[in-house]
């Protein structure tokens, strides 16, 4: 059975950081590109970053380049989010996907943001 567990989230202040983990299981980790979302309250969830199956290749929101960095670490099934310089606006909860033909999802985890 597919997990994806989220962890890292809580509470930063303004220009503080925060790094997210996912845990993955139950399906081939390394064969799939995977994702972070994020969704404010009351707004639709959005693309945060991705990162290619190998980790060769990532892509970021124009709101989080330069802030944000996706990583993975393949050998434990672990894929990252580590955000520096965060603001009140990167409030949200925080989602990992992964691109399998499914797309399984994990439970979200809060970062909230605020002095």
């Known amino acids: 059975q597919v997990q994806l567990v989220e962890s890292g989230g809580g509470l930063a202040q303004p220009g503080g950081s925060l790094r997210l983990s996912c845990a993955a299981s139950?399906?081939?980790?390394?064969?799939?590109?995977m994702r972070w979302y994020r969704q404010a309250p009351g707004k639709e969830r959005e693309l945060v970053a991705g990162i290619s199956s190998g980790g060769g290749t990532t892509n970021y929101a124009d709101s989080v380049k330069g802030r944000f960095t996706i990583s993975r670490d393949n050998a434990k099934n672990t894929v990252y989010l580590q955000m520096n310089s965060l603001k009140p606006e990167d409030t949200a909860v925080y989602y990992c996907?992964?691109?399998?033909?499914?797309?399984?999802w994990g439970q979200g985890t809060q970062v909230t943001v605020s002095s």
């Open positions: 996907h992964a691109r399998t033909p499914v797309g399984y």
């Open positions: 139950g399906f081939t980790f390394s064969n799939y590109g």
